[in-house]
C-alpha cells in the first residue's frame, strides 16, 4: 500500500512540473527603445604617435642628455627641420581638431553619421535624431535613449620602425547609452581602430587629400563597429 501511495504521489506531481511554463527571459534595458538621440561629445586630440611620445618631444629629450647638452643650439634647428614636413598634422603639442588643417575634417561628426548610417540601415530603430548637444525640453522628453559618441583621440600612428618608418591611420571610438528618465548607463563601448594600410610618412605628409581621405576611412570605420557592437548587444542580451 506504501508503494502504491508513492506512486500516486509521483503521477500526480509529474503532471504538474511539465505543465509549469519556463521562465521567460529578463527585458534588456533597452529591448524597449526605438527612437534615440545621438549627441557628438567630448573633446577630439588629433596626434602623431611615435611609440606614444611625440616626434618633437622626442628630440627635446633627446637635445637634454648631458652629452649633447653644449650643441643644443646646433643641433635645434636640425631637429626642427627633420619634423618640418609634418608641422602641418602635428603642433610640438596635441592641438583639438578644430586646429588641424586637414580640410575640415570633424572626427566626431564623422564617427556619428557613420554610426546613425549603420543602425538606420538595420531598421531597428524608429527615429534617430543628431544633436550637436544633450537634447533639451520635448527633444529629451521624445527620446527613449541618448547615445553620447566621443572620439578622444585620432590621427597617425606608427606601426613599424625601418627604412621607411610605415604609418597609419587610427581612431579611438567611444560610444555610452543612457536612460534619460533615470540617468543610467545600459550600454557603453569602446573601438580603437587602426587602418590596415602601412604606409611611409611621406605619403600622409606629401598629400593633404590622401591624408584627409585615410583619416575619414578610420573614422567610419570606428562609427560602423560602434553600431554594430549596439546591434549584436541588443539582439544578444548582453
Request: hydrophobic share 45%; glycine share 6%; with cysteine.
Amino acid at each position: 500500500m506504501r508503494a502504491v501511495a508513492v506512486l500516486l504521489v509521483l503521477a500526480v506531481a509529474l503532471p504538474g512540473c511539465a505543465s509549469s511554463a519556463p521562465p521567460r527571459p529578463a527585458a534588456r534595458p533597452f529591448d524597449h527603445v526605438r527612437q534615440l538621440a545621438i549627441v557628438v561629445s567630448g573633446e577630439s586630440r588629433f596626434s602623431v604617435l611615435e611609440h606614444r611620445a611625440e616626434p618633437g618631444r622626442t628630440f627635446d629629450e633627446v637635445l637634454k642628455w648631458g652629452v649633447l647638452s653644449p650643441y643644443q643650439a646646433l643641433l635645434r634647428p636640425v631637429a626642427e627641420l627633420v619634423h618640418k614636413g609634418v608641422n602641418w598634422l602635428l603642433d610640438a603639442d596635441r592641438k583639438t581638431d578644430a586646429a588641424v588643417d586637414l580640410g575640415g575634417i570633424a572626427p566626431r561628426s564623422v564617427v556619428s553619421a557613420a554610426f546613425v548610417q549603420a543602425l538606420e540601415a538595420s531598421a531597428r530603430f524608429d527615429e534617430i535624431q543628431i544633436y550637436a548637444r544633450e537634447p533639451l525640453g520635448e527633444d529629451r522628453r521624445r527620446a527613449e535613449a541618448i547615445v553620447r559618441i566621443s572620439v578622444p583621440a585620432w590621427g597617425l600612428v606608427r606601426i613599424r620602425e625601418g627604412e621607411p618608418d610605415l604609418v597609419s591611420a587610427f581612431a579611438d571610438a567611444r560610444a555610452e547609452m543612457v536612460a534619460p528618465a533615470i540617468g543610467v548607463v545600459i550600454w557603453e563601448a569602446t573601438e580603437d581602430v587602426t587602418d590596415p594600410e602601412r604606409l611611409p610618412m611621406k605619403s600622409f605628409t606629401g598629400d593633404r587629400d590622401f591624408t584627409r581621405q585615410q583619416l575619414i576611412d578610420v573614422l567610419q570605420r570606428a562609427g560602423q563597429r560602434l553600431a554594430s557592437e549596439l546591434l549584436y548587444a541588443r539582439g544578444a542580451g548582453r
